[in-house]
């Protein structure tokens, strides 16, 4: 969620923006009266499946545009965190004080350790986890040094994916097994390091063999097979264990594989093609602020779309809509805030 001006990353981040919008309105269709042998659930599986790739595009990117600005002593690290720690933690605090001010008016119960809990974890927009992504990536950042003189060894990319195969593994005992507890919807930075590290790699280094022709008999297939074998680990988790929540999570060995190939898919389309969807683009540009307040938007329109019976009845066709009014009132609502209000508080404390 970076500000750097390359159109075929705006892209990326206007797909991956729309595809957590898309997640993220499951949770008001398909999901919501949720039964073992409900009709709609193998579908779900798939839906989400598909749009699964988001979160880790987005840590790609993050590490794909910190890899351009190397860090070379401790006053570098000193200005690299201030700046990209105010920069995600501001807007973060603000909209999360917001939500949880909210709750506490509208249920009249205040209490501080709860807030407190809730801020550290991501939790603000409770039982929803997407701010989680704030605090992982911010425990990123700090270990970004550490990363790149891992990075410069032999076994470095090898240590990481070895790290990250057992923060998954620790999601499949507890999540299936109840083997130990770990902090669902607040995930360590250990459970998606692999795709800062990617982007690291990616970004630091010479990157044509995306560009090569051979590659084009690679990717296409290399994505829908991945794709398959997630959706068929996600309906063996429905099937077998009754756990929706993990059978549509991203945090699964199979998903990691499918956003691994996305991610590599987007290198080699963007080495091969120089024109990008201009809506993307735009989308893309008002990424983070649509992240930050989607939720509150989304609430609002799923109140509105789900009293039209028909088109609720028709879920394909409700996701549909309420994906596209969600994102659409979100970027309406930032480019009129821009419009009214100073551009540095727009930026630093806003999120836009």
């Known amino acids: ?49 598909l ?8 840590i790609f990117i993050s590490g794909y545009w910190i890899a351009k600005k190397p860090i070379k002593s401790l006053e570098d690290y000193k200005t690299f965190l201030i700046r990209r720690l105010t920069r995600i933690l501001i807007p973060y605090f603000f909209w999360s004080f917001i939500l949880l001010g909210y709750a ?16 550290m974890t991501g939790r603000a927009c409770y039982p929803y986890y997407p701010y989680f ?11 970004t040094p550490l990363l790149h003189y891992i990075n410069r060894k032999p076994y470095g990319l090898t240590l990481v994916l070895i790290l990250n195969i057992i923060g998954l593994l620790l999601q499949y005992l507890s999540r299936l097994f109840k083997v130990i507890w770990y902090p669902a919807g607040t995930l360590p930075f250990y459970s998606w390091i692999i795709f800062y590290t990617i982007g690291l790699l990616i970004g630091s280094r010479d990157k044509k063999i995306f560009a090569s022709k051979n590659m084009r008999v690679f990717i296409l297939p290399a ?9 068929l680990e996600g309906i063996v988790v429905l099937s077998k264990y009754g756990n929706m929540f993990f059978a549509v999570s991203a945090t699964r060995y199979s998903s990691f594989l499918y956003s691994t190939c996305i991610i590599f898919g987007f290198l080699y389309v963007r080495e091969r093609f120089r024109y990008q969807p201009r809506f993307l683009v735009a989308i893309g540009n008002y990424s983070f602020g649509i992240f930050l307040i989607h939720m509150i938007v989304l609430n609002r329109v799923v109140n509105i779309v789900q009293k039209s019976n028909i088109i609720y009845s028709l879920q394909p066709l409700y996701q549909l809509a309420v994906v596209f009014i969600t994102i659409s009132l979100c970027f309406v609502v930032i480019s009129i805030t821009r419009k009214l209000l100073p551009k540095s508080f727009c930026h630093k404390v806003l999120g836009f």
């Not at 990326?12 to 919501?32: C, D, E, K, Q, Y």
């Not at 506490?104 to 801020?119: E, H, M, P, S």
């Open 223 to 231: 994505v829908l097979v991945s794709l398959l074998i997630a959706e």
């Open 133 to 143: 992504f704030i605090i992982m990536i911010a425990q990123l950042y700090v270990i």
């Open 104 to 119: 506490a008016i509208k249920t009249g119960d205040i209490n501080v350790y709860q807030v407190i809990f809730k801020l």
């Open 1 to 49: 969620m970076q500000r750097e001006r390359d159109p075929s990353f705006d892209a990326f981040r206007g797909l991956a923006i729309i595809a957590v919008v898309a997640i993220h309105a499951t949770f008001f269709g398909f999901s919501r009266g949720y039964s073992p042998t409900g009709g709609w659930n193998l579908f779900l599986v798939a839906y989400c499946q």
């Open 51 to 58: 749009f699964g790739f988001a979160v880790p595009a987005f």
